[in-house]
């Protein structure tokens, strides 16, 4: 089925993450025409747009009620931004808020004018159309505007819905942050490689592309995670020796375990 794409978006926020959705948006064909960005320090591509059709910052006083109206602010910024926001919500508009640690609730209490609220936790590989959101609706969302913000989110990668509004602080801890652990591994790689000899600089190559590859390999293949692994060991040989390391009681599982734990933690934290 084929969703339309809203009639009018406000963006508030286009820093890293909005921007990102930004370009997702306008590639899947919502017109700039659509579009209008609030954001104090738009950047160079921002004021390109602009000359497409783009609406850069006007006065939120001239604006009618919008489709959507999208929160990607820092969240200590929604309190400030609030007020002015209301006005612009009417009674079909869909909130979809990437506002870490602000629920449901919370944006509820500062846009009362809001009915359907999608709140979400994307991640960084948005901004190359292969991220990946998990989103939970308000109970006020309907069929129709949950396609609109499906449509939305799919824009710049897959999108996993979610039942349980708690479990965004779990999603937090693996999607979301996910990408540094990743990001870490390529550089303790490096390092090991540097450390056995390797120039720093071939280490640093190897380690990027090893990482790399493998993401992608696991992002086409259909076999898991686990069958990949087996795939590439050898009975007896270099892999199993280092995955006999990896894989002991003490080893990257419970590791992990405690990463996401951690960051969870936290999640819950900035929560409250």
């Not at 921002?46 to 009620?65: S, V």
């Not at 990607?72 to 909130?95: F, H, T, W, Y």
Request: aromatic share 2%.
């Amino acid at each position: 089925m084929t969703v339309a794409l809203p009639a009018s978006l406000l963006l508030v926020g286009a820093g890293k993450m909005g921007g990102a959705m930004l370009d997702g948006w306008l590639k899947i064909g919502l017109p700039p025409a659509r579009i209008t960005v609030i954001d104090p320090y738009p950047s160079p591509a921002m004021q390109a747009l602009a000359d497409k059709g783009l609406t850069l910052n006007p006065a939120l006083a001239d604006l009618a009620p919008q489709a959507v109206l999208v929160l990607a602010v820092k969240p200590q910024m929604l309190d400030e931004a609030a007020p002015q926001l209301d006005r612009l919500i009417g009674a079909d508009s869909v909130i979809l808020s990437i506002l870490a640690g602000k629920t449901i609730t919370d944006i509820k209490e500062r846009l009362p004018a809001a009915r359907a609220i999608v709140r979400a936790m994307p991640n960084l590989p948005a901004s190359i159309g292969r991220g990946v959101t998990a989103a939970v609706g308000s109970s006020g969302l309907t069929v129709a505007q949950r396609d609109l913000a499906q449509a939305l989110l799919s824009g710049v990668g897959s999108v996993e819905w979610l039942d349980d509004e708690s479990l965004i602080d779990a999603v937090t801890a693996i999607s979301g942050s996910g990408p540094a652990y990743v990001f870490h591994l390529a550089e303790c790689l490096a390092e090991a490689g540097r450390t056995l000899g390797l120039p720093a600089d071939v280490a640093v190559r190897l380690a990027r592309a090893t990482v790399s590859g493998a993401g992608e390999l696991l992002h086409q293949s259909d076999l898991a995670a686990g069958t990949l692994r087996e795939n590439v060991t050898s009975k007896g040989g270099t892999t199993a020796a280092a995955l006999e390391v990896l894989m002991a009681a003490d080893g990257l599982q419970p590791l992990i375990l405690r990463t996401a734990q951690a960051a969870k933690r936290r999640a819950a934290e900035l929560s409250g």
